[in-house]
Nanobody, 115 residues
Framework: VQLVESGGGLVQPGGSLRLSCAAS????????MSWYRQAPGKERELVAR????????NYADSAKGRFTISRDNAKSTVYLQMNSLKPEDTAVYYC?????????WGQGTQVTVSS
């Protein structure tokens, strides 16, 4: 099982980033996928979740209206489109795959929102 995040970086407040998480080694379409984040000195928190077929999504209050989670099961990839970024969005962002026999995390990608 492998999850590889990409797309992080430095962005100014109000800017946008699109994170990707490429999955391999398991049946991607059978797993719910989530994005979490962890800021320095804080606990890891759920940002967004998407069901295995993509029909249901859930967002943290802090992400509602600004972030969009999506997935492409043909490409075994989950995305997080982040708009109107704020300094408080600065964190390491992780994807997670959760299924009947899988609970795996990626290595994370750093997002820094700063002017």
């Amino acid at each position: 099982v492998q999850l590889v995040e990409s797309g992080g970086g430095l962005v100014q407040p109000g800017g946008s980033l699109r994170l990707s998480c490429a999955a391999s080694g398991f049946t991607f379409s059978s797993c719910a996928m989530s994005w979490y984040r962890q800021a320095p000195g804080k606990e890891r928190e759920l940002v967004a979740r998407i069901s295995s077929a993509g029909g249901r999504t859930n967002y943290a209050d802090s992400a509602k209206g600004r972030f969009t989670i999506s997935r492409d099961n043909a490409k075994s990839t989950v995305y997080l489109q982040m708009n109107s970024l704020k300094p408080e969005d600065t964190a390491v962002y992780y994807c997670r795959a959760l299924g009947s026999y899988i609970d795996s995390w990626g290595q994370g990608t750093q997002v820094t929102v700063s002017s």
